[in-house]
């Protein structure tokens, strides 16, 4: 199985080349800089999440669309096979398990979040929801204006197409699934 980064280099590239997107223009669209969409495209260095997310807005397609493996008739996933998406210098690991395939209209993530850990995200496509579960630990999410505090065995549903932002309060490693509906 490739690694995360050359899926995201192959999905990055085909849907710039699909959409007729300069590397230039792409770069303007997204505010992230031509030499970094290029190191991206190549499989070098880890982007962050926020950078991901920046690209797939400016390309217009759900943050799904970037990490998408070929298609099986069935797959077994083994996160510890997956290499996680950072952000917050690693502290915080997103494991895409199943990556929108553009068609299902929904994906499904394993995070962890180490202990004082924040990420805030971009806006996800117009209409988004999230729906997160935890399993372990304790996080605080803001989202439209709003403060919410989850904790282990509780689940969430929020509108995901505003900024918003996760941070662990608790004593341990939060561990959550998340699913993004992209309507």
Same mark, same amino acid.
């Given at each position: 199985m490739d690694s995360m980064n050359l899926i995201v280099a192959k999905n990055i590239k085909r849907l710039r080349e699909e959409n007729k997107l300069s590397m230039d223009e792409l770069a303007r669209l997204s505010g992230v800089s031509k030499s970094m969409l290029a190191q991206i495209e190549r499989g070098? *260095? @880890?982007?962050?999440?926020?950078?991901?997310?920046?690209?797939? @807005? *400016?390309?217009?397609?759900?943050?799904?669309?970037?990490?998408?493996?070929?298609?099986?008739?069935y797959?077994?996933?083994?996160?510890?096979?997956?290499?996680?998406?950072?952000?917050d210098n690693g502290n915080v690991k997103n494991y895409p398990l199943f990556p929108d395939d553009e068609n299902r209209r929904f994906a499904v993530y394993y995070l962890e979040l180490d202990m004082n850990s924040y990420w805030q995200s971009e806006p996800h496509l117009k209409g988004t929801t999230e729906f997160i579960t935890i399993f372990t630990g304790?996080?605080?999410i803001f989202a439209d204006g709003e403060r919410f505090v989850v904790e282990k065995g509780e689940s969430i549903r929020f509108k995901a197409d505003v900024v918003h932002s996760y941070k662990n309060t608790g004593k341990e490693t939060a561990v959550l699934h998340m699913i993004l509906y992209n309507p």
């Open positions: 070098d *260095g @880890n982007p962050t999440l926020s950078t991901l997310w920046k690209i797939s @807005n *400016g390309m217009k397609v759900p943050f799904d669309a970037l990490t998408v493996r070929p298609e099986s008739p797959e077994i996933v083994k996160t510890a096979e997956i290499q996680p998406i950072l952000e304790k996080i605080e």
